[in-house]
């Protein structure tokens, strides 16, 4: 699984006859965080006569709510906007202040969708994917080649810990974990404890 997750908080602002839109885009973990940052944007812009927003969470969930305006000018192409661009963890949402001149429901999809997308790109998204973490437990002797063999599987340490053992702590694409866990047994002659967890979710350069 790879998607895309905002690295900072995006902003954006456009004028469309008269009406103003600001569009924010934020990393989210779960509904909560989203409806909090949705209720102080609302406090934010309580002038303002409408807050669309959308999300998708990092594991799909999706929401979605015009907050008044037509439905379906606002807030599903915003989310049509998240799905084509491969975004999770996201909440997007567009404060319009009404300028006294009506859209129409093309002119507004238009822009809200424009204010979005702006957000978007400000918020410097980053790709996520998926990896396979593996564990190694090895005598002090082995953990130098255990190491390499890291390396060699193009892998990524992220824990080292020595005690009475070395634990030993990497991510490798799911492909490649197979491969590292046997070499890491063929290194230690069977002595090392070996475990695989599937599925973290982790920026790519990781």
Request: proline share 5%; with cysteine; hydrophobic share 40%.
């Amino acid at each position: 699984m790879e998607f895309f997750s905002p690295s900072r908080a995006g902003t954006s602002a456009i004028t469309e006859k008269r009406s103003r839109f600001l569009g924010r885009v934020l990393s989210i973990r779960d509904m909560d965080e989203a409806r909090a940052e949705l209720e102080r944007i609302r406090t934010e812009h309580h002038a303002a006569r409408h807050n669309p927003w959308c999300c998708i969470l990092p594991d799909g969930t999706e929401r979605v709510s015009d907050d008044g305006e037509p439905s379906g000018t606002s807030g599903p192409p915003m989310l049509e906007l998240l799905r084509r661009e491969r975004v999770r963890g996201a909440l997007c949402v567009v404060t319009r202040y009404f300028g006294g001149v009506l859209l129409g429901a093309g002119g507004l999809s238009r822009a809200y969708t424009a204010a979005a997308k702006a957000a978007l790109e400000d918020s410097s998204p980053v790709l996520f994917v998926s990896k396979t973490r593996v564990t190694v437990v090895c005598a002090y002797r082995a953990a130098p080649r255990v190491k390499s063999e890291i390396a060699a599987c193009g892998g990524s340490l992220t824990d080292a810990e020595y005690a009475e053992s070395v634990t030993l702590s990497a991510l490798f694409d799911p492909q490649r974990a197979a491969e590292f866990g046997q070499r890491a047994l063929e290194i230690t002659a069977g002595a090392a404890s070996v475990e695989t967890a599937e599925g973290e979710i982790v920026p790519c350069n990781t």
